[in-house]
């Protein structure tokens, strides 16, 4: 086991506006796609979230105000 500890990042440790223009995409709505696309969109980010159209995740991305998108089956 090592012995280094756990670096705890912060808003001050970052520079926000590097993400600024940028969009990301995000495939999936599940517990780590849902967790990535809100923080993103949260920290400021365009999000663009592609999941099969007409399923439950897609309903509940676009409940949350996120930009959803098809994608092939």
Known sequence: MSDESVRVYYDADTDRSRLDGRTFGIVGYGSQGHAHAL????SGAKVIVGLRAGGKSAERAKAAGLDVRPVAA
């Open 39 to 42: 923080n993103l969109r949260d």
